[in-house]
């Protein structure tokens, strides 16, 4: 991938980002430039590989019925390596990360059906090392970028300034 990427790329992308369908004649409106510039961007990012591809990202399987909680784990010392590899058995337990803060870890844990959360949490908490735990039930999701790449402040930034709604 190179980097000569100007400030009209970096809003091209941002963009792209927001909605990868957006048309080419959409585009040239919101950046000010003609649309045969715009595809003439879009190819050349294509090309140099600073856009890899583009994906369909679902909410969530939509054929797939299932409730989810968030877990806070609180763990005693020298306990974190042991009751990992313990939780890692718990197919239920589909995210699993270190934090910092009042618990050790958090987890995303999936069931069909909201009556088989208790069981594992149960179980969650009966592993030798597990101080406390918490349970939130997720309602909804207000959004998801889970599965995009991450933005620095400064692209936004960038953006913005080009719009002149930064100082």
């Known amino acids: 991938m190179t980097t000569d990427i100007n400030a009209t790329d970096r809003r091209l992308l941002s963009l792209l980002q927001s909605n990868a369908r ?3 004649a959409a585009l040239s409106r919101k950046l000010g430039i003609a649309r045969t510039t715009v595809q003439e961007r879009i190819t050349r990012l294509e090309r140099n ?3 890899a591809g583009y994906s369909l990202v679902l909410r969530r399987d939509p054929f797939d019925l299932y409730a989810e909680s968030v877990v806070l784990l609180s763990i005693s010392n020298r306990r974190m390596k042991a009751v990992t590899e313990q ?3 718990f197919p239920e337990i589909v995210l699993c ?3 910092s803060g009042e618990f050790e870890l958090v987890c995303r844990v999936r069931v069909a059906h909201l009556e ?3 069981p594992v949490l149960e179980g969650i908490g009966e592993i030798s090392g597990v101080e406390r735990i918490r349970s939130i039930i997720v309602l909804s999701t207000a959004f998801d970028r889970s599965h995009s790449e991450p933005t620095s402040l400064s692209t936004k930034q960038i953006a913005a300034l080009d719009h002149g709604e930064l100082g």
């Open 22 to 24: 957006e048309s080419v």
């Open 97 to 99: 990360q270190v934090v």
């Open 87 to 89: 939780l890692r058995e």
């Open 116 to 118: 088989d959360m208790q």
């Open 49 to 51: 590989g600073t856009i």
